[in-house]
Antibody
């Protein structure tokens, strides 16, 4: 099982920036597309963004497009989520999760998850 | 925008009894490659979500065979043949969007034990 760990969550004021990191332990992330998914307190899951294994493709939800940027540094085995111009509604636990294509060419999004990191946006 | 709904939103089940959750989408998760990208996840209390079922009916690695998925078109179902105490939690269906690429979760169904 893939072990992912998120970090960088913190309390931040509206309009400020924050960068989240997703690292893998004991294996290489370079083979995986990686998603960010968030969960506001007491709410459901919301997909945020995904980056392909080599960083060439990136996609965002409408709610974060233009404010958040996903990137990766495979030499550091880390995927990032740069959060700019944050809003109170960005308050959530942010999870990173893998996306793989198995040997049968089945798409498997969010197969492995990290424990999450909490971002609180408040003045 | 694609909207995914689930019914019921809450379910209380006696251990050993079956349970069923319905997932309906405003847009079919069948993509141009002919595959249907509909998934089920379980989030146990205090834990990260975990994948149960991928592409409608395939159990993910390590998932007990009491879980099964079915459906087609815009209507899908997750069934638990005999609910156990460890099955308590929030169940989410999710579909992928082909163009532009995206992923939409349902609101979740809370399952608890009577």
């Amino acid at each position: 099982q893939v072990q992912l760990v998120e970090s960088g969550g913190n309390a931040v004021q509206p309009g400020r920036s924050l960068r989240l990191s997703c690292e893998a332990s004991a294996f290489s992330l370079r083979s995986f597309a990686i998603h960010w998914v968030r969960q506001a307190p007491g709410k459901g899951l919301e997909w945020v963004s995904v980056i392909s294994f080599d960083g060439s493709d990136k996609y965002y939800s409408d709610s974060v497009k233009g404010r958040f940027t996903i990137s990766r540094d495979n030499s550091k085995n880390t995927v990032y989520l740069q959060m700019n111009r944050v809003r109170p509604e960005d308050t959530a636990v942010y999870y990173c999760a893998t996306h793989v294509i198995d040997s049968s060419q089945s798409q498997i999004p969010f197969g492995d998850w990290g424990p999450g990191t909490l971002v609180t946006v408040s003045s | 925008d694609t909207v995914v709904t689930q019914t019921p939103l809450s379910l209380s089940v006696t251990p050993g009894q079956p349970a069923s959750i319905s997932c309906k989408s405003s847009q079919s998760p069948r993509h141009s490659d002919g595959k249907t990208y509909l998934y089920w996840y379980l989030q146990r209390p205090g834990q990260s979500p975990q994948l149960l079922i991928y592409e409608v009916s395939n159990r993910f690695s390590g998932v007990p065979n009491r879980f099964s998925g079915s459906g087609s078109g815009t209507d899908f179902t997750l069934k638990i043949s005999r609910v156990e105490a460890e099955d308590v939690g929030l169940y989410y269906c999710m579909q992928t969007i082909e163009t532009p690429p995206g992923f939409t979760f349902g609101p979740g169904t809370r399952v608890d034990i009577k």
